[in-house]
């Protein structure tokens, strides 16, 4: 046998594990670009804020809202954007930046804003709580 089939033949379960691996840390990447949502660093939040006056939609409750947004932040809580859909309306085909707390609702909120044919969306990568640790200025 050649040593090549050799050590693949005694390597066989390592190099499985290894192709597994390097799948798992690709698939979350690839869906999401895959559903035309991009989640960006706090860095690239803020470039696109002041590059292409995107649109940053908070969807926290107000109180949580109150406490400290982005400067400029629309808050439209997750529990009422699809019956507030028509105040996005003109922000369809425009850069949208959807932040919550750490992330959950505000992918949640891309989601439906997708299905709705919004067509540049973004959330924030850990959310207000990935901002406030980058010592970002927030407003109240």
């Known amino acids: 046998m050649s040593v090549q089939v050799e050590f693949f033949r005694q390597n066989v379960l390592l190099i ?8 798992a840390l690709l698939l979350p990447m690839l869906s999401r670009s895959a559903a035309g949502i991009s989640v960006l660093s706090v860095t690239e939040a803020v470039m696109l804020m002041s590059r292409k006056s995107a649109l940053v939609l908070d969807v926290r409750e107000p109180d949580e809202f109150a406490q400290g947004h982005l400067q400029g932040a629309r808050n439209v809580p997750l529990s009422q954007l699809s019956a507030r859909l028509k105040e996005l309306e003109k922000f369809r085909d425009k850069p949208v930046l959807v932040v919550c707390e750490r992330g959950r609702r505000a992918n949640t909120a891309a989601k439906l804003l997708k299905a709705q044919n919004f067509t540049a969306l973004n959330v924030l990568k850990g959310g207000m709580q990935a901002w406030i640790d980058a010592k970002m200025p927030s407003s109240k």
């Open 16 to 23: 499985g594990l290894a192709i597994g691996s390097g799948l």
